[in-house]
């Protein structure tokens, strides 16, 4: 009975747990990717440094801060009125998302790395190589996530209609297969993406230490080992948790895992890192802000004035200047 209680008193707390953090992540998220797209949309020809990964990235982001809402609403009411197809979407969304920013976050080391490394080669790169590469990323990541809501759906009679997202159950696998899917998640989703992440930022710590650089392509070298080691930073602390807490997560949700204590630590951990990994999408607006010229010129108060007027004027809206620089 007292275990029972127990059970009980935690499960209460994990849920209060996500609704408190999803909250503290939900504004200042829909707010920093919403401004990110505003500005990535405008000044996308203006450079072909990873713009289009970036809006990608503001775009994987913002999905999974707009799914927070109805995560909060469940954790606080404890039950799920939108039928079990919506739930299991959601879900499978949260993981969509989430190997999306891996994807991308990739993506922009490797090509803010190209650009610095053989400048030439890749000044004259199409942006329409980039969405090719956008589009092949998603449908990779959207086949990749399948086994998430598989491994969670289970038979009618013993469906509880009014559960999701952390209670929903839990299909176990023969032993050997799910050592082969966790070890190819983590492969493919984690290590894989860590190592290149890392390759980009080695090569480019020994371009900087090159005695023949001059101070140009010395200053150019800094501003991409910079986005390239933030970008390894944000990776290691958002994602870095989560694929350490999720194979031992199964275990205990499988049964594997019955010691106690054991499996109490274990999904507060995992609480943790999914929070962590939520947190990115508050993050990569931070990472476009101090990494990125044209994002931080474009929040300044001149030219956001600027863009306003442009607006306007496209809209066909006759506000004077005087008038709309009030909202500076």
């Known amino acids: 009975m007292a275990a029972n209680n127990s059970n009980f008193n935690d499960d ?11 909250t503290i992540i939900l504004i200042p998220g829909l707010i920093g ?5 505003w500005i990535f949309y405008d000044y996308r020809k203006e450079t072909k440094r990873a713009v289009i990964f970036m809006i990608n990235l503001a775009v994987a982001d913002l999905a999974q801060v707009l799914s927070l809402p109805l995560r909060i609403f469940y954790y606080l009411s404890k039950s799920w009125h939108l039928g ?4 299991m979407f959601c879900f499978y969304l949260k993981y969509v998302n989430m190997y999306a920013s891996i994807y991308f976050l990739v993506c922009i080391s490797v090509r803010r790395f190209q650009f610095l490394m053989h400048p030439l080669k890749f000044s004259d790169c199409k942006r329409i190589y980039d969405m090719y590469i956008c589009i092949a990323g998603w449908i990779v990541v959207c086949i ?31 032993d050997p297969i799910s050592i082969a899917m966790m070890s190819l998640g ?5 290590i894989t993406p860590l190592f290149i992440i890392l390759y980009c930022s080695w090569k480019t710590i020994l371009s900087l230490q090159e005695k023949n650089s001059v101070s140009q392509d010395l200053g150019e070298k800094q501003k991409a080992l910079k986005m ?15 694929h350490i807490s ?35 999408s508050c993050v990569d607006p931070v990472i476009y802000y101090f990494t990125t010229d044209e994002f931080r010129r474009r ?6 004035q600027d863009s306003i007027q442009l607006n306007n004027m496209r809209y066909g809206n006759t506000d004077s200047p005087s008038q709309i620089s009030i909202i500076g």
């Open 144 to 174: 990749g996530c399948l086994p998430f809501p598989l491994l969670r759906l289970t038979s009618n009679e013993t469906w509880a209609s009014d559960k999701c997202f952390v209670d929903l159950p839990l299909k176990t696998a023969d």
């Open 84 to 87: 079990k197809g919506f739930c």
């Open 228 to 242: 390239i080691l933030t970008c390894a930073i944000v990776f290691l602390i958002c994602f870095g948790p989560y």
């Open 246 to 280: 999720f194979p031992l997560n199964y275990l205990v949700k499988s049964q594997k895992i019955e010691d106690t204590y054991a499996r109490k630590v274990i999904l507060f951990f995992h609480a943790f890192a999914l929070c962590l990994a939520s947190l990115n």
């Open 186 to 190: 983590e492969l493919v989703g984690f």
């Open 33 to 37: 990717n919403i401004l990110a797209l």
């Open 299 to 304: 929040l300044s108060r001149q030219d956001l």
């Open 12 to 22: 209460e707390f994990l849920k209060h747990f996500y609704a408190i953090m999803y």
